[in-house]
T-cell receptor
Framework: DAMVIQNPRYQVTQFGKPVTLSCSQTLNHNVMYWYQQKSSQAPKLLFHYYDKDFNNEADTPDNFQSRRPNTSFCFLDIRSPGLGDAAMYLC???????????????FGPGTRLTVL | GQNIDQPTEMTATEGAIVQINCTYQTSGFNGLFWYQQHAGEAPTFLSYNVLDGLEEKGRFSSFLSRSKGYSYLLLKELQMKDSASYLCAVKGSWGKLQFGAGTQVVVTP
């Protein structure tokens, strides 16, 4: 089945220790997104890739970086995690041109990050 | 500014109907989406509205009025498995979604 996969599902890291979260998709979608979601809050867009073009949100901290080596994979790197970065990180994909514009976003299961 | 408002929580009994309202003020509008999110899981797509009116999908229906900046999600014949958070999201410029904080629906026996 075509899907969005995130690994790991749960990640524990230490304060200040770099961590990488991964996302892969078999939907062949050209747009990939990373969201941060804290408990009982709305998902907050960190950045997205439109094909190879990286688009950072203005309020995304420099501590967060992303890489998209090919269509299928996208990584979220947190260079120096702080306690405030503990959250669920959601990857989503969409296909441009669907439904008259950028299309429906489909989410992966998320990675829950704990910072000790 | 940009704002998406929806109630924090709603409670209803199994078999009943619940309507979740969403009002929005955003820069740019290219559609409104509803997602369901169970605790600890990713949001799953339920419906979208681009034009005014009602879209029906089985037990779930969604309505949009662009002039009023208003949408609702109607859940009929509620089941226990419908207990979840329901997120209203507006698609603005570049296809980016802005989410509301979600409405927690609690279905009681």
């Amino acid at each position: 089945d075509a899907m969005v996969i995130q690994n790991p599902r749960y990640q524990v890291t230490q304060f200040g220790k770099p961590v990488t979260l991964s996302c892969s998709q078999t939907l062949n979608h050209n747009v990939m997104y990373w969201y941060q979601q804290k408990s009982s809050q709305a998902p907050k867009l960190l950045f997205h890739y439109y094909d190879k073009d990286f688009n950072n949100e203005a309020d995304t901290p420099d501590n967060f970086q992303s890489r998209r080596p090919n269509t299928s994979f996208c990584f979220l790197d947190i260079r120096s995690p702080g306690l405030g970065d503990a959250a669920m990180y959601l990857c989503a994909t969409s296909r441009d041109q669907e439904t008259g514009g950028l299309g429906t976003q489909y989410f992966g299961p998320g990675t829950r990050l704990t910072v000790l | 500014g940009q704002n998406i408002d929806q109630p924090t929580e709603m409670t209803a009994t199994e078999g009943a109907i619940v309507q979740i309202n969403c009002t929005y003020q955003t820069s740019g509008f290219n559609g409104l989406f509803w997602y369901q999110q169970h605790a600890g899981e990713a949001p799953t797509f339920l419906s979208y509205n681009v034009l005014d009116g009602l879209e029906e999908k089985g037990r779930f229906s969604s309505f949009l009025s662009r002039s009023k900046g208003y949408s609702y999600l109607l859940l009929k014949e509620l089941q226990m498995k419908d207990s979840a958070s329901y997120l209203c999201a507006v698609k603005g410029s570049w296809g980016k979604l802005q989410f509301g904080a979600g409405t927690q629906v609690v279905v009681t026996p």
